[in-house]
């Protein structure tokens, strides 16, 4: 079964740091790009952050470009996306999924996981 699982959500307080994980489950991520994606109630999911698969190239919306960073460890099949500064409005459902990128964002496109979900408050 091809799949993806996140885990390392959490609460945190404005300002704290979170480090999330997507594992692949019955293939290998070398070939694809990942993304990470986020859901806040009420509002449409959105693309976080990717990473390419052929050269490592990222992608990194306006909203977390400065306070996230994505990584990916072939080895262990993972990728990972380490949250700092971590604000309230960074409070939602994450998910990773395989992904393209695009001049204008990342898209994901399959073996989306169940998400982890990351509260940020006081």
């Known amino acids: 079964q091809v799949q993806l699982v996140e885990s390392g959500g959490g609460l945190v307080q404005p300002g704290g740091s979170l480090r999330l994980s997507c594992v692949a489950s019955g293939f290998t991520l070398d070939y694809y790009t990942i993304g990470w994606f986020r859901q806040a109630p009420g509002k449409e999911r959105e693309g976080v952050s990717c990473?390419?698969?052929?050269?490592?190239?990222?992608y990194y919306s306006d909203s977390v470009k400065g306070r996230l960073t994505i990584s990916r460890d072939n080895a262990k099949n993972t990728v990972y996306l380490q949250m700092n500064s971590l604000k309230p409005e960074d409070t939602a459902v994450y998910y990773c999924a395989t992904a393209v990128i695009h001049p204008w964002g990342c898209n994901g496109l399959g073996a989306w996981g169940q998400g982890t979900l990351v509260t940020v408050s006081s």
């Open positions: 990473i390419s698969s052929s050269d490592g190239s990222t």
